[in-house]
Structures are given as structure tokens and as C-alpha cells.
């Protein structure tokens, strides 16, 4: 199964998806851009890389970062970015694909999503279900497997639901990696990858 064809597809989140209808962030000056919240304006400009990997989305997420202290290293992303402009031009590189797509999410979610902040500044208030409420949506902008895995079993211990969950994700994994790349393929994994989502962001408290 081509990650890159799938999570193309089907890994947007639901609100996000909107923003990228919406918004060409090839220029971080847009109003519609700026208008967004910091949190919302990280997830834009990461999805714009994953999706669309050219110098000028890697640059814009760089200046972002940079404008806002977060600590990432920015040029390690460069030979993924070069990598992938070379495979886009073969078409036999399905495998390679698939194992540069999965390096490309694990380093996307080195740059946690503010949300994993917000959830600990509501923790340390005592507001223990906005920090639930601000975990998952943090949950729901991540791309790797590992990196949704941990978050839901970090979850378990004050959230029963995340053990449903993460059950349901492991599935849909299962059912993934097994599946063809054929159109039909690929809408029977988007609607069920949409019915995760939205049972993920159904919250139960």
C-alpha cells in the first residue's frame, strides 16, 4: 500500500482540511493566514510541506518556527525534500515511497503541536478535562504511527476512551498496510479513517 497515495487522501484532519481548501500558504503574509491562531498557522504550514514538499513551504515553516522559539532543525528536512522530488519523477519507486513518507511524518511530529502545551498549562491548573479536550485535538494533528500510538496510551490512565481508540487505530493500520492502492481501495480506507477521526474527536468526559 502506497503511504503516500493514502495519507494524501485521508490523513487531513477534519478542521485542517478546510484550511487547506482555503488558505495557499506559499506566503505566510496572506491575511487569511495571519488571521488564523499560532496553533492553526503550525498545522497549515505542516501540512503544506507534507503535502506539497518545496523549498518555499520548508522556508515558511522554518521563519514560523523561528518567530516562535521552537527548537527545530530545520535543514535535517532538506535531504527528505530532495529525496522526494527525485522519487516523484520515478514510477517505480512505490517501496521507497512508502519508507520516505513515514520518515517525513516522524519528523513532522518532532514540532509538537501547541495543543500538547495548552494540555499541560490546563493540567497544571487542575483543569484535568481541558487537558484531555487539548490532548486530543493534538492528537488529531499528528501523522505518525508511533507518534499517535504513545499520545493514546499516555491517555489511557485518565481517559477511558483512549484505549478504544487505539485499538481502532491499530486496525485501521492493519487494514492499511494490507489494502491495494486502487481507487476503491483508497475510499473504503478514507471513510474509515474519517469515522476514527471523528470518533477520536468525539470527546467523552
Request: some cysteine.
Given at each position: ?47 503544506c510541506l ?53 520518515q517525513e ?75 491495494g492502492a ?24
Amino acid at each position: 500500500m502506497n503511504w503516500g497515495i493514502f495519507f494524501f487522501i485521508a490523513i487531513a484532519i477534519i478542521l485542517m482540511r478546510v484550511f487547506w481548501l482555503r488558505i495557499k500558504a506559499n506566503s505566510m503574509n496572506s491575511e487569511s493566514f495571519k488571521a488564523l491562531p499560532p496553533k492553526d498557522q503550525l498545522a497549515v504550514l505542516k501540512e503544506c510541506l507534507l503535502n506539497n514538499p518545496t523549498e518555499t513551504n520548508l522556508g515558511n515553516l522554518g521563519e514560523f518556527c523561528k518567530a516562535h522559539e521552537i527548537n527545530a532543525e530545520i535543514e535535517s528536512y532538506r535531504p527528505l525534500l530532495a529525496k522526494q522530488l527525485e522519487i516523484t519523477k520515478r514510477k517505480d519507486a512505490i517501496a521507497e515511497d512508502n519508507e520516505l513518507y513515514a520518515q517525513e511524518s516522524a519528523w513532522m511530529d518532532q514540532i509538537e503541536p501547541f495543543e500538547f502545551s495548552e494540555a499541560k498549562t490546563a493540567k497544571m491548573s487542575g483543569d484535568e478535562s481541558l487537558a484531555i479536550q487539548r490532548t486530543i485535538e493534538g492528537i488529531a494533528r499528528l501523522y505518525s504511527d508511533e507518534a499517535i500510538e504513545k499520545r493514546l496510551k499516555d491517555l489511557e490512565p485518565v481517559y477511558p476512551k483512549a484505549t478504544k481508540l487505539l485499538e481502532g487505530y491499530r486496525n485501521l493500520m492493519e487494514i492499511r498496510d494490507n489494502s491495494g492502492a486502487d481507487e476503491k481501495s483508497l475510499e473504503t480506507l478514507r471513510k474509515k479513517r474519517d469515522t476514527w477521526q471523528e470518533d477520536l474527536l468525539t470527546i467523552e468526559l
